[in-house]
């Protein structure tokens, strides 16, 4: 289990990160985990999937509403609209592609939560391959836009900064929690055995 690649770039709407890991476990179980984001990004302070809608290739649609905490002291919490579309693909491995629902992507933005700023999760996903003799390669793309413009100017520099840090730093425990799901399902099948 290993994180091969993490890129981070400044020079677009937001800030953006490409990662690249190979984990012991089936595409299936890896796709449950990234879903459940509170159990790995520590930033999430819940997430609610409102509506599931089936699509007819055997995939799904959701709606779902999240918060984050406040990413500085000098900023106020985040929340985000997001459809989130999962699909399985010919050869086994898993989409998972999600985007904000704004007015500018045609769609309605929700309601607004008080004392939260409207954030955009940009086009963002994972794409989950399963490897020969098991276990998966994961490749994640996250881009979002969290409103910098409601920060004080002078902390904008910091405050991407601070962003990445933990946005790295959730990835790598998104490694940990699959590793440590691997171990666990590996001691269930010895203990099976015996």
């Not at 770039?9 to 690249?20: D, E, F, I, P, T």
Request: charged share 20%.
């Amino acid at each position: 289990d290993s994180i091969g690649i993490i890129a981070v770039s400044h020079n677009c709407s937001g800030v953006a990160a490409r990662a690249c890991g190979l984990v012991s476990l089936e595409p299936t179980k890896v796709a449950e985990i990234l879903k459940d984001r509170p159990s790995w990004y520590r930033d999430c302070r819940c997430v609610d999937v409102l509506q599931i809608i089936p699509t007819g290739n055997g995939g799904t649609i959701e709606l779902i509403y999240m918060q984050t905490y406040a990413p500085t002291t000098l900023a106020a919490p985040r929340d985000f609209w997001i459809l989130r579309y999962t699909s399985g693909l010919e050869d086994g491995s898993l989409v998972i592609c999600e985007r904000s629902l704004t007015q500018a992507t045609g769609g309605p933005s929700g309601p607004n939560a008080p004392n939260f700023v409207r954030a955009e999760v940009l086009p963002s996903g994972y794409l989950i391959r399963p490897c020969e003799g098991g276990g998966s390669m994961i490749h994640i793309v996250d881009h979002v836009d969290l409103d910098v413009s409601k920060i004080i100017l002078d902390q904008i520099c910091n405050f991407h900064n601070m962003y990445l840090y933990l946005r790295i730093l959730s990835l790598c425990r998104l490694g940990v929690c699959l590793r440590s799901l691997d171990h666990f399902m590996s001691l269930q099948r010895f203990l099976r055995r015996r």
